[in-house]
């Protein structure tokens, strides 16, 4: 089945600690990827994207995220973590089938200690 | 500022009523998706409008209705409220030619 998978429920680093999150997909053709950021109340802020090109895609934030294909995989990072950060990490795909809505996986939520 | 506003921010409604809640957008944005997200989980797809037209619908029954208007604003209206039905609703717009959705910051709909 078609899915967007992000194993990690949730996550707690120090700040100044490095950073990543893992997301998994599970379609046909290689769809278009996404990480989102929603702080508490908040809606949903696009941190990068990865439609074709560079397998290494630098967002907002000091966020950076690599695609690889043959572990269907579109990981987050950053390098050091700030206590703003703190908030759930939603990624998200859209399939190339000429569908026009984003798949959501179920979010990881993080947890930034001093 | 995100340039997608949604009202009411919350609200409260009892099982079987009925709810409407809106969603404006930036001039140019002519399409709007709207998305369910429930407690602990991602946003679920609900439906996309374009031209004021329905354009693609995630699994929700007939009961999730949407409108759009010529002024980019928009609409999710809810019959025969259900308690599972409490979430978070979210509004995303993209304008012509951009393949980027701009979120709302939502509103929460509690349903007793």
């Known amino acids: 089945a078609q899915s967007v998978t992000q194993p990690d429920i949730h996550i707690t680093v120090s700040e100044g600690a490095s950073l990543e999150l893992r997301c998994n997909y599970s379609?046909?053709?290689?769809?278009?990827l996404f990480w989102y950021v929603q702080s508490p109340g908040q809606g949903l802020q696009l941190l990068l994207k990865?439609?074709?090109?560079?397998?290494l895609v630098q967002g907002i934030k000091g966020f950076e995220a690599e695609f690889k294909r043959s572990q269907s995989s579109f990981n987050l990072r950053k390098p050091s973590v700030h206590w703003s950060d703190a908030a759930e990490y939603f990624c998200a795909v859209v399939p190339q089938t000429g569908a026009n809505n984003l798949f959501f996986g179920t979010g990881t939520r993080l947890t930034v200690i001093p | 500022e995100t340039g997608v506003t949604q009202s009411p921010t919350h609200l409260i409604k009892t099982r079987g009523q009925q709810v409407t809640l809106r969603c404006s957008s930036q001039?140019?944005?002519?399409?709007v998706s709207w998305y369910q997200q429930a407690l602990g989980q991602g946003p679920q797809f609900i439906f996309q409008?374009?031209?004021?037209?329905?354009?693609g619908r995630g699994n929700f029954p007939p009961r999730f209705s949407g409108l759009q208007f010529p002024n980019y604003s928009s609409e999710l209206n809810v019959n025969a409220l259900e308690l599972d039905d409490s979430a978070l609703y979210l509004c995303?717009?993209?304008?012509?030619?951009?393949?980027?959705?701009?979120f709302g910051a939502g509103s929460r709909l509690t349903v007793l």
């Open positions: 409008y374009y031209r004021e037209e329905e354009n």
């Open positions: 995303a717009t993209t304008g012509p030619g951009a393949n980027v959705l701009t």
């Open positions: 379609y046909g053709a290689t769809p278009y």
């Open positions: 990865y439609f074709s090109g560079d397998t």
């Open positions: 001039s140019g944005h002519n399409t």
